[in-house]
């Protein structure tokens, strides 16, 4: 048996910043990670520039505002920075509090992260999976190890070949945890094609709202990128964990102007086109091939016609199909594609210091947990700042 004081099953972003915390107060802390080396999704985070916090980042950016709350209570994501800069991290952001390593390339944080390990004496075990967790004499067993404290940082079931395929789920439901339903989220949506295929790597900044199967109406706004399936971007990206069972999309390609304004603006064009054809009407507002495309689906007649053809009955639907284009969305790309998920371990059986209300010496962090935030580095901001929190608190359950 291999004995340690915490060990921590899953060596990604949150599993990682607990090993960390948890050495520096003292511990004896062992990583066990399933893949050939740990942090692998960091490296693929922000395209490969990870996006490793926002500056901004506040509750009210997750499914769970009260419960972060309390996360970030204790460590938010000021307290991060500084967690980033003790390691040796430099940063910088954008004008929407993006934050990402000076150096531009995610591997640097993934260093940082491993030297400090290093430096602390963490054990780090990579190649391993933990299949279950067993209680033994008042000590948790995981295959070979022994431990007092374990924290349960596997992740969710978000990008499988990132070692995170959900397995993580039955290791905690093992001692009477519940995982809420798991939705695929931060990921492309798939839409009916005929409008969007036409489209493809076209890109535009668009107001969306979700008209989901139970009703509920869900919006963002910001880019929106056209794929051969239906719709990537960020403005799509953030409704995608409301639209696992598909639902109507409206696209507001003229979100600064109102459905009058928008009226107005055609009969200007109209008047301006005169004997020029329809398919130039739109020129002036979008992409000329998105308003080909919005001109074609609406009017349903050839768009060599003269502009000054155009009905006041057409001139008003082309106005409507500006500000709430439909679609229908059959669903997403998946887990295999999505970034984050949605759902998870239930939040309320565990404490504010991220412990197990049912297994004292049990705890869980991350994505594992039923939290999910914002596209824009709010996931990774919970991951370092849940981790941590747990960190500390096994540390400090080992002192007891
Ligand atoms: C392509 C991509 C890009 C992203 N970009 C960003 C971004 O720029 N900004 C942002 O904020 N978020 C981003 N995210 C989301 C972010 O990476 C995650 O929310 C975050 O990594 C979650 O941290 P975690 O520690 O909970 O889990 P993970 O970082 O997923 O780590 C879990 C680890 O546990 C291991 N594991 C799983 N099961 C076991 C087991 N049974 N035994 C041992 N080990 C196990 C896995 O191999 C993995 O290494 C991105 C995600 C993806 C997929």
């Known amino acids: 048996m291999n004995d340690t004081g915490i060990l921590i099953l899953g060596g990604g972003a949150s599993g990682l910043a607990a090993a960390i915390e948890g050495a520096r107060r003292g511990a004896d802390v062992t990583v066990l990670e ?56 430099l940063t910088t952001a954008d004008s929407e509090g993006r934050v990402y390593p000076r150096s531009n390339a995610a591997s640097s944080v993934l260093d940082v992260l491993r030297l400090e390990c290093q430096r602390l004496g963490v054990r780090i075990v990579c190649g391993e999976t933990a299949v279950s967790i067993r209680r033994e004499n008042g000590m948790f067993v995981v295959g070979t190890h022994r431990a007092r404290a374990v924290i349960v940082a596997c992740g969710g079931k978000a990008s499988p070949v990132h070692g995170t395929d959900g397995n993580g789920y039955r290791l905690l439901e093992a001692f009477g945890h519940s995982c809420t339903r798991l939705y695929p989220a931060l990921v492309q949506l798939r839409t009916d094609t005929d409008f969007v295929k036409g489209l493809k790597g076209l890109r535009a900044a668009a107001a969306l709202t979700l008209r989901a199967p139970d009703g509920k109406t869900h919006s963002s706004c910001g880019e929106v990128l056209f794929t051969d399936y239906g719709l990537s971007g960020i403005a799509a990206m953030e409704l ?39 398919e130039q009407l739109l020129l002036g507002a979008v992409h000329s091939r998105i308003g080909q495309a919005i001109a074609r689906d609406t009017l349903q007649r050839k768009l060599t016609a003269p502009c000054d053809t155009l009905t006041d009955g057409e001139l008003h639907a082309l106005a409507k199909a500006l500000k709430a284009f439909p679609l229908t969305v059959r669903g997403t790309k998946g887990f295999a594609d999505a970034q984050v998920t949605a759902g998870g371990m239930d939040v309320t059986a565990f404490s504010d210091t991220l412990e197990s209300k049912r297994v004292p010496g049990l705890f869980a962090c991350g994505e594992i947990l039923n939290i999910d935030g914002k596209c824009g580095g709010y996931n990774l901001t919970f991951a370092w700042s849940s981790g941590r929190l747990a960190g500390r608190s096994a540390a400090q359950y080992l002192q007891k």
């Open 240 to 278: 995608s964990r409301f639209a696992a069972d598909g639902g109507t999309l409206f696209i507001d390609f003229l979100p600064d102007m109102d459905g009058a304004q928008t009226r107005d603006f055609l009969r200007e064009a109209k008047a301006r086109g005169g004997s020029r054809p329809l």
């Open 34 to 89: 399933k893949l050939d080396r740990v942090g692998k999704k960091i490296l693929a985070t922000g395209n490969g520039r990870c996006n490793l916090l926002n500056r901004n980042a506040s509750p009210a950016d997750y499914n769970d505002p009260s419960f972060v709350g309390r996360v970030f209570a204790q460590y938010d994501v000021r307290s991060d920075l500084d967690f980033f800069r003790s390691i040796g991290l």
